[in-house]
């Protein structure tokens, strides 16, 4: 099956280019491409009908990976390939070399990009959980401003972002420093799929614990009660992870659909919050260094 | 309408394209290239792979307007000049069936051997993971990609070692 609707595709050089094009009034409207991985399925699906493709991969500014301001600064149109690549990446945010490792399969990944996946914003995103215990910032230009947008606050429902229409995501920044953390993802077969439900957790040399879970409510969502029962805890013991499991199944508000029930589903946000606290407390202690394994389909 | 240029397969080849067609429907209906399948037109099967600028992507999810410009290898390239080393090895062991994943199989793992010569098992499972094959259980192939790459680590002398 082929596109039916039809639209135009513009690719500008400039940013200001771009954001004039995406502020043109079309039948249909303007909307960004980058990836395309979503944006295509969903152009076949009929999902979508815009009037115009602004392809921003011509634009200089929403390359590469780099340190800005002791942040580490991941461009829109850097892939999940680039991510998984980069030692920056493995240095700063070795967290998103998991997650980015679990998105669909290397023939996607070699196209498709984080900010997408954020901006398309399905329940079940691979990134969301993560940007979000990262507490990183998404970074947004519009036609007479830029705005920064935390990543707890960038989803506001099922496909819809904080983003005003007609802005465009330049970049993720993510603050450093020592930390460790884990993502959990299950998923109905090893290899390519979306998520049935995923965790993520981050702890810092203090013991501060971040927690995030996807694909268990309308938005990925931060999971404040878990934080707050493991504050302190650098290495939790078996009795406070048990509590941990059960506080975490009772703060995501999952629902059935054709990927899983929402029992089992939280019953394994359970189990998963469990596993990547155990991975993320044993890698904060130098004990497992290397990020890029599920910890529900593999021991570290 | 616009009109494009493509390094197909070493060739130069230009083409008018609507801004609707996927490079999969351009390949297939304007240039011939018949080897990328539609499988699923979702980016899950990976019957589509092409390699575009040497990464193996999915020709179904992709604009045909946006690879102005860039070069793309479909397995009519990789055998331009006989059967590569791989496709010999995946013909004597008989690993495929039907064959409708083939093309993409042999697409993802030639651009994982470029990549990476000596592949683990995990390495070659997970580069294969998103091109989905319905008759033979993956085994053979995943064992006839570790096998060349094997015998061809073993032939030729591995980079880096010479003085």
Same mark, same amino acid.
């Not at chain 1, 400039?14 to 152009?43: C, F, H, Q």
């Not at chain 1, 993510?174 to 981050?202: C, N, P």
């Not at chain 1, 934080?227 to 629902?255: D, H, N, T, W, Y």
């Given at each position: 099956?082929?596109? *039916? ?33 979503? #944006? ?10 815009? %009037?115009?493709? =602004? ?40 967290? #998103?070399?998991?997650?980015?490792? @679990? ?10 990009? @984080? ?24 970074? =947004? ?9 935390? +990543? ?52 810092? +040399?203090? %013991? ?5 879970? !996807? ?7 931060? !999971? ?23 506080? +975490?199944? @009772? ?15 939280? #019953? @394994? ?30 021991? *570290? | ?8 397969? /070493? ?13 999969? &429907? ?26 575009? &600028? ?13 690879? &102005? ?7 009519? /390239? ?39 010569? &000596? ?45």
């Amino acid at each position: 099956m082929s596109i *039916a609707c039809e639209f135009e595709y513009a690719k500008p050089a400039t940013l200001k280019e771009a954001l004039r094009l995406l502020a043109r009034r079309v039948p249909g409207g303007a909307i960004p491409l980058v990836g395309g991985s979503d #944006l295509v399925a969903w152009l076949r699906d009929g999902a979508i009908q815009p %009037g115009l493709l =602004v392809d921003l991969k011509g634009l200089e500014e929403l390359r590469g990976i780099k340190l800005k301001n002791g942040k580490l600064w991941i461009g829109a149109a850097v892939t999940f390939s680039e991510i998984l690549e980069s030692k920056l990446v493995k240095k700063h945010a070795p967290l #998103l070399i998991e997650s980015s490792g @679990m998105v669909a399969s290397v023939g996607v990944r070699n196209r498709a990009t @984080m900010a997408g996946n954020i901006c398309s914003a399905v329940p079940c995103c691979d990134s969301g959980p993560v940007l979000q215990v990262y507490q990183a910032s998404i970074h =947004v230009s519009l036609p007479r401003s830029r705005k920064t947008i935390p +990543a707890t606050k960038w989803f506001v429902g099922p496909r819809k972002t904080a983003m005003a229409q007609g802005g465009i995501v330049t970049g993720i920044s993510i603050s450093t420093g020592k930390h460790a953390g884990a993502f959990a993802k299950l998923k109905r077969y090893r290899g390519e799929d979306l998520a049935q439900a995923s965790v993520a957790v981050r702890v810092d +040399a203090k %013991g501060l614990w971040r927690v995030a879970y !996807g694909s268990v409510a309308p938005t990925p969502i931060r !999971g404040p009660k878990a934080e707050r029962l493991l504050k302190g805890e650098k290495k939790p013991a078996a009795v406070l992870l048990k509590k941990a499991s059960a506080v +975490a199944e @009772m703060e995501c508000s999952p629902i059935t659909d054709i990927r899983s029930s929402k029992e089992y589903r939280r #019953l @394994m946000v359970g189990v998963m919050l469990k596993r990547s606290v155990q991975l993320a407390a044993k890698r904060l202690a130098g004990r497992v260094a290397d990020y890029g394994i599920n910890c529900l389909e593999e021991d *570290a | 309408m616009k009109k494009i240029t493509i390094q197909l397969n /070493g060739e130069s080849r230009r083409l008018s394209v609507v801004p609707n067609l996927t490079l999969l &429907d351009a390949l297939r209906g304007q240039l011939g290239i018949k080897t990328p399948k539609e499988g699923c037109g979702r980016g899950d099967c990976g019957a589509c792979t092409v390699l575009l &600028d040497g990464k193996a992507v999915r020709a179904c999810l992709i604009l045909a307007i946006e690879t &102005d410009g860039q070069t793309i290898v479909t397995l009519e /390239g990789v055998s331009k000049d006989g059967l590569s080393g791989l496709q010999k090895a995946f013909l004597k062991n008989n690993v495929f069936q039907c064959g409708f994943c083939a093309s993409g199989v042999i697409l993802a793992a030639s651009a994982l051997l470029v990549e990476n010569p &000596d592949p683990s098992e995990h390495e070659v499972r997970e580069a294969l993971a998103g091109n989905l094959c319905r008759c033979t259980g993956y085994e053979p192939i995943v064992r006839t990609v570790l096998q060349v790459a094997k015998k061809t680590l073993t032939k030729a002398p591995v980079r880096g070692k010479r003085s």
